[in-house]
């Protein structure tokens, strides 16, 4: 049974960051792209970055790229989203999610609960 499970969300200070973490099991993440994605109130779900089985290459969407880093541990069967620089615009529920295909191709089956960020003053 896949399942995702992020962790590190939380309320944050402009400009400030945080790391947020997905756990995956019961699937091989050796040979599986995760991405990350958030919703926020009233919007659509928008892809914020992914990464592929190999390591590389990774994508990020253009509101977050030189601010988000998304790396991954397979040997502990995380994946990581290190977000800097953060602004209210980022406030979001934020989910890992996969199809379990080996590349980034902007389409998930399975997602994780989501967690909250909120970047406030």
């Known amino acids: 049974q896949v399942q995702l499970v992020e962790s590190g969300g939380g309320l944050v200070q402009p400009g400030k960051s945080l790391r947020l973490s997905c756990l995956a099991n019961g699937f091989d993440l050796d040979i599986s792209a995760i991405g990350w994605l958030r919703q926020a109130p009233g919007k659509g779900r928008e892809g914020v970055a992914c990464?592929?089985?190999?390591?590389?290459?990774?994508y990020y969407a253009d509101s977050v790229r030189g601010r988000f880093t998304i790396s991954r541990d397979n040997a502990k069967n995380m994946v990581y989203l290190q977000m800097n620089s953060l602004t209210p615009e980022d406030t979001a529920t934020y989910y890992c999610a996969t199809d379990l295909g080996a590349t980034c191709r902007g389409r998930y089956a399975w997602w994780g609960q989501g967690i909250q960020v909120t970047v406030s003053s």
């Open positions: 990464i592929s089985s190999t390591y590389i290459p990774t």
